[in-house]
């Protein structure tokens, strides 16, 4: 219980500096991806807070047992791949074309727009196409 009370907590917080940082609007995120354009630079804040938290907090917490399991489920490789490549430009394709990506899409079903619903089916299709691929 004391694990999923955690994720829930996480997951709030984490919708709430989405919203709050306006990573929930596909048009600013357009906006700040749009470096030849019209370029939006406010979510380079964002990014760099995001990515300054990130770092120390996995430093720390690599030295710390973890809370709610027996170890940390942190990735185990480093190394560069064409999957990971293949993988990473794909996501930032879809991310630079529609402004959304699943973080944000999850937190805008609260709107129930239809485009959202849409872009969260086709990415569980994508989930699910991927496990089959796999095995």
């Not at 979510?43 to 760099?48: G, H, K, N, R």
Request: proline share 4%.
């Amino acid at each position: 219980m004391k694990a999923q009370i955690i994720s829930l907590v996480s997951g709030i917080l984490f919708a709430i500096g989405l919203s709050i940082s306006g990573m929930i609007n596909p048009e600013k995120v357009r906006g700040f991806l749009d470096i030849l354009g019209d370029w939006d630079y406010s979510l380079v804040f964002v990014m760099l807070g995001a990515v300054s938290f990130n770092y120390f907090s996995f430093k720390y917490l690599k030295t710390k047992k973890p809370i709610c399991a027996d170890t940390h489920f942190l990735p185990k490789s480093s190394k560069v791949d064409k999957q990971l490549i293949s993988g990473a430009v794909l996501f930032g394709a879809g991310w630079g074309l529609l402004g959304i990506c699943p973080g944000p899409a999850i937190v805008n079903l609260v709107t129930l727009n239809s485009s959202i619903i849409i872009f969260i089916l086709a990415m569980l299709v994508g989930m699910g196409a991927y496990k089959v691929y796999e095995k």
